[in-house]
């Protein structure tokens, strides 16, 4: 089957958008460079995607989804008590940073520089994730397990505590065999701030 | 008095330094724009500083021990108590980067580049800032107000859990009004960690 043959979908171009981006670097890539891989013609792309830097966006914004949405499910997973769900969380997203980061550091390094551009992905996507260690603060809090007067402003606090092990400007410390038990060790004194004391 | 007249100390040496990495950058500064700076030949440099490395990390040093000399007067402060210190000297320390940020960017941005090239003298940096936190850790301890298994590996874990705060590459979020609520989160977390629990 010739690629021109299949349906030319939205999710189609943005993997095509991701492979050319690899190849060619964010300054570099173009939309008739996207086109050309799909063996369409760029109206073709303009039709899903209305200007560059909407493609961009989208494109950015499905590489920070495939992060929350893995997420998610440790989020919701009534199954973990509180406490363990925040630490299993806050391991996670270090473990899906890394990985990435290991993994295809010519794509990492292209995504934050997309990230950079992004401003309104990029809010929405801490938004989302705050959200998500939020509800699991106000499960703890309902459970008794977990103290916290603000769950919104803990969530927060535990995001930023853990800037080291999720942020990209720290990905060259994530090579280091002492950063586990770096992670571990703000994860232990965080946690002990907010485990309600046991009447 | 004529600049050559004054005796040339390694101070001196280091006050042009700053100046000229300032004015021209940390790619373009040369010694022989200090030494020109200075009135003097650069011989007369290199007989303080042995190589251009060896400068570049002696004024890379005088910049990163301002601050840990400004902060060792609260981690020896025995009139506050030690949670009072740790917050105080995590807050000092936000302050002192924001304003070297804030103040001068471009010597700022100079600086940053020169802690990228000088390993050693960056790592003896944040060794001295962890031995500070590990004294007042301890000193906790022994008063029985905190509670820390090892006070070391605590004092890690509060330096690692503020780098929003103090890491260079968060400058840019210094701005941002919300900043100093987020910093006062963090350290309410962590203190709340911290403390010993009441017999």
Sequence with gaps: MS???ETLTAERILEATEEVLR??????????DVARALGVSHGSVYRHFRTKAALREAVTKRWLDRTSEALAGIAADEGRDPE???R????ALFEAKRRKAGHDPELFATYSVLVGESGTVVEEHLAELTAQLTGIVEAGVAAGSLAAADPAAT????????????DPC?????KRPEIEGELEAVLDLMLRGLRAPVR
């Design 3 to 5: 690629p021109t043959t």
């Design 23 to 32: 190849r060619h670097g964010p300054a570099k890539a173009t939309v008739v």
């Design 84 to 86: 363990t769900r925040l």
């Design 88 to 91: 299993d969380w806050l391991r």
């Design 155 to 166: 969530a927060g606090a535990l995001f930023h505590a853990t800037g080291r092990f999720h």
């Design 170 to 174: 720290y990905a060259g410390e994530w």
